[in-house]
């Protein structure tokens, strides 16, 4: 069989079929979970309308091991076992997720034609799972709700739990659902958060944490209009700082996007035994309006690295996590004008700008350019490499640093300490008699101190 070369060397990915939100995401007596919408053996349009979930795990976040479907689509989640979250009770793992139910009929499946149910499955091991427990479904959200509820993010603070649930309102204006529990099974609306003034008809996978002393609520609005330097996907992710009681009245800060990448989508935190807040990303967007050509491969999308997140001058900042550094291999330093080969098309530079404000170009493979100039920070690609994304811009007076992580058919591109991030596939020519995955990085940015690497597969993705 020839060599898949778009698949990826250091990024979590599926077996085969289709992959999208990060879900359950958690460490527990050592031990890392990442679990994901899975659709197995059924990539392409179809992967998305029959979905359970994936697991990983493993003793960090190198050797994760694939541990297959923990859960199949059955009665009360025939139609999906869709996105949720983990919760750390005892040294049990709960997870909470929505359950996807579409009747048949002439339904606009907004206003009718379908419930969702709020199911909680728990395991020690992630190996043995309980029964599926319907905690509230469809009936028990408020009434000014439409059909679409889903998503459930579950954590802890002084002795109460809570929930967040994303929301579409019957006046198509996205929202929040924030509930409160005293045993983590009874469930009481405490109040709908939402903007004044309505952002986006829904709120897909909302998450609620404190870091650094801010508040944080990242959302996933659907339906913002598209501007030049912003809401550039059809889809977008992002957060609002807020100020006040959460279970009182509360001020929004102006909406931030965690990413300004082709590709990404539906993050998802948490904190690990070393208490650092981790952040995971699906490499991908619903209903994206440009190609991902793996289909035809079987398989499709993966997730981000993982991020580690951190406040610093206003802005939520994210930096990939250390443990990647250990997959680094054959330092070189390139000159400010000069070229990177990566034989395997997986890499990390570095690079430190003298002059802050000056103008520079990087071309990655020879249909991907990243350039800064006159304020400006964009992302282009040739419509052959990026079957159909088009530029990507961010407003910044100046870059300090830049750290580019490319990976056969995966860009992550972290500029100034993490404040300003791009996530993005891209597909390199790759003809069927090609044996070798090289690609090569120009830089042109004179005065800039560059290092790079090469980097090492996962050991799961070695084996394809």
């Given at each position: 069989?020839?060599?898949?070369?778009?698949?990826?060397?250091?990024?979590?990915?599926?077996?085969?079929?289709?992959?999208?939100?990060?879900?359950?995401?958690?460490?527990?007596?050592?031990?890392?979970?990442?679990?994901?919408?899975?659709?197995?053996?059924?990539?392409?349009?179809?992967?998305?309308?029959?979905?359970?979930?994936?697991?990983?795990?493993?003793?960090?976040?190198?050797?994760?091991?694939?541990?297959?479907?923990?859960?199949?689509?059955?009665?009360?989640?025939?139609?999906?076992?869709?996105?949720?979250?983990?919760?750390?009770?005892?040294?049990?793992?709960?997870?909470?997720?929505?359950?996807?139910?579409?009747?048949?009929?002439?339904?606009?499946?907004?206003?009718?034609?379908?419930?969702?149910?709020?199911?909680?499955?728990?395991?020690?091991?992630?190996?043995?799972?309980?029964?599926?427990?319907?905690?509230?479904?469809?009936?028990?959200?408020?009434?000014?709700?439409?059909?679409?509820?889903?998503?459930?993010?579950?954590?802890?603070?002084?002795?109460?739990?809570?929930?967040?649930?994303?929301?579409?309102?019957?006046?198509?204006?996205?929202?929040?659902?924030?509930?409160?529990?005293?045993?983590?099974?009874?469930?009481?609306?405490?109040?709908?958060?939402?903007t004044e003034e309505p952002f986006g008809y829904m709120w897909?996978?909302?998450?609620?944490?404190?870091?650094?002393?801010?508040?944080?609520?990242?959302?996933?609005?659907?339906?913002?209009?598209?501007?030049?330097?912003?809401?550039?996907?059809?889809?977008?992710?992002?957060?609002?700082?807020?100020?006040?009681?959460?279970?009182?009245?509360?001020?929004?800060?102006?909406?931030?996007?965690?990413?300004?990448?082709?590709?990404?989508?539906?993050?998802?935190?948490?904190?690990?035994?070393?208490?650092?807040?981790?952040?995971?990303?699906?490499?991908?967007?619903?209903?994206?309006?440009?190609?991902?050509?793996?289909?035809?491969?079987?398989?499709?999308?993966?997730?981000?690295?993982?991020?580690?997140?951190?406040?610093?001058?206003?802005?939520?900042?994210?930096?990939?996590?250390?443990?990647?550094?250990?997959?680094?291999?054959?330092?070189?330093?390139?000159?400010?004008?000069?070229?990177?080969?990566?034989?395997?098309?997986?890499?990390?530079?570095?690079?430190?700008?003298?002059?802050?404000?000056?103008?520079?170009?990087?071309?990655?493979?020879?249909?991907?350019?990243?350039?800064?100039?006159?304020?400006?920070?964009?992302?282009?690609?040739?419509?052959?490499?990026?079957?159909?994304?088009?530029?990507?811009?961010?407003?910044?007076?100046?870059?300090?640093?830049?750290?580019?992580?490319?990976?056969?058919?995966?860009?992550e591109l972290y500029a100034n300490d993490g404040s300003i991030?791009?996530?993005?596939?891209?597909?390199?020519d790759d003809p069927e008699e090609q044996e070798e995955r090289?690609?090569?990085?120009?830089?042109?940015?004179?005065?800039?101190?560059?290092?790079?690497?090469?980097?090492?597969?996962?050991?799961?993705?070695?084996?394809?």
């Amino acid at each position: 069989m020839a060599r898949d070369n778009w698949r990826l060397a250091y990024h979590l990915m599926p077996p085969d079929g289709w992959l999208n939100d990060p879900n359950g995401l958690c460490q527990v007596n050592g031990q890392y979970h990442v679990y994901f919408q899975y659709a197995p053996n059924t990539p392409g349009p179809d992967g998305k309308k029959h979905r359970t979930w994936g697991h990983y795990a493993g003793p960090d976040l190198i050797n994760l091991e694939f541990e297959g479907v923990p859960f199949w689509p059955e009665a009360p989640d025939r139609d999906g076992c869709y996105s949720g979250s983990a919760f750390i009770h005892g040294d049990e793992i709960w997870l909470y997720y929505t359950g996807n139910i579409k009747l048949a009929g002439d339904y606009d499946y907004i206003h009718d034609g379908r419930e969702s149910n709020t199911i909680l499955v728990r395991t020690k091991d992630g190996k043995a799972y309980s029964e599926k427990q319907v905690l509230f479904g469809t009936k028990d959200y408020p009434e000014d709700c439409t059909r679409h509820v889903r998503d459930p993010k579950v954590w802890e603070e002084d002795g109460v739990y809570y929930m967040v649930q994303g929301a579409r309102m019957n006046d198509d204006s996205g929202s929040v659902l924030l509930y409160e529990s005293d045993d983590l099974f009874n469930w009481k609306l405490v109040k709908i958060i939402a903007t004044e003034e309505p952002f986006g008809y829904m709120w897909e996978c909302p998450d609620y944490f404190e870091l650094d002393g801010e508040q944080v609520l990242s959302i996933c609005p659907q339906g913002m209009d598209a501007e030049e330097f912003r809401y550039q996907n059809n889809h977008q992710a992002g957060y609002f700082f807020m100020k006040g009681d959460l279970r009182g009245t509360q001020t929004f800060s102006e909406f931030t996007e965690w990413d300004y990448g082709h590709d990404f989508y539906a993050p998802q935190s948490f904190v690990d035994e070393q208490g650092r807040r981790l952040f995971i990303g699906w490499a991908g967007l619903p209903d994206k309006p440009y190609g991902n050509p793996t289909d035809a491969r079987g398989w499709e999308n993966c997730l981000t690295v993982p991020r580690v997140l951190k406040v610093k001058d206003g802005v939520v900042t994210q930096t990939p996590v250390e443990e990647l550094k250990s997959l680094r291999f054959d330092e070189q330093k390139i000159d400010p004008v000069g070229t990177l080969v990566l034989p395997d098309a997986s890499g990390d530079a570095e690079v430190c700008f003298a002059d802050p404000s000056a103008a520079w170009n990087i071309s990655i493979g020879g249909g991907v350019t990243l350039a800064f100039a006159d304020g400006v920070l964009e992302l282009n690609m040739s419509d052959a490499v990026g079957c159909g994304r088009g530029p990507r811009k961010v407003k910044t007076d100046a870059i300090r640093d830049l750290r580019l992580m490319i990976d056969r058919s995966m860009l992550e591109l972290y500029a100034n300490d993490g404040s300003i991030v791009f996530a993005s596939r891209f597909y390199p020519d790759d003809p069927e008699e090609q044996e070798e995955r090289a690609l090569a990085v120009r830089f042109d940015c004179p005065g800039a101190d560059i290092t790079a690497w090469q980097m090492k597969a996962l050991p799961f993705n070695e084996k394809y």
